[in-house]
């Protein structure tokens, strides 16, 4: 079975920084794109980050530009969010996905595996 976890959230002040990981068993991680998405309540479930297979490539959406920063372990099997500049509507679940492919992960719609998600929460 594949299981993604996700660690790290919490609660922080606007301005403050939070490291986001995504641990993955059960499927060969180095060989699949992966993603980063938020959902809020009552919205829908938004991409906020994407990265390829080996790191290489990197996608973002454009309110987090120059705030986040998504990078890949593939000897950890992890995937990690680097989140600073946090502002209070940045306050989400976070969940992390894995593709099947190698591209980036950008499609909320697209994915078959999800972490249950970790919740940031930012007070102004």
């Known amino acids: 079975q594949v299981h993604l976890v996700e660690s790290g959230g919490g609660l922080v002040q606007a301005g403050g920084s939070l490291r986001l990981s995504c641990q993955v068993s059960?499927?060969?991680?180095?060989?699949?794109?992966m993603g980063w998405f938020r959902q809020a309540p009552g919205k829908e479930r938004e991409f906020v980050a994407g990265i390829n297979w080996s790191g290489g490539t990197t996608v973002y959406t454009d309110s987090v530009k120059g705030r986040f920063t998504i990078s890949r372990d593939n000897a950890k099997n992890t995937v990690y969010l680097q989140m600073g500049e946090l502002k209070p509507e940045d306050t989400a679940v976070y969940l992390c996905?894995?593709?099947?492919?190698?591209?980036?992960?950008?499609?909320?719609?697209?994915?078959?595996?999800w972490g249950p998600g970790t919740q940031v929460t930012v007070s102004s």
């Open positions: 996905a894995m593709g099947s492919s190698r591209e980036a992960v950008t499609n909320p719609k697209v994915p078959r595996y």
């Open positions: 059960g499927r060969t991680f180095n060989s699949y794109g």
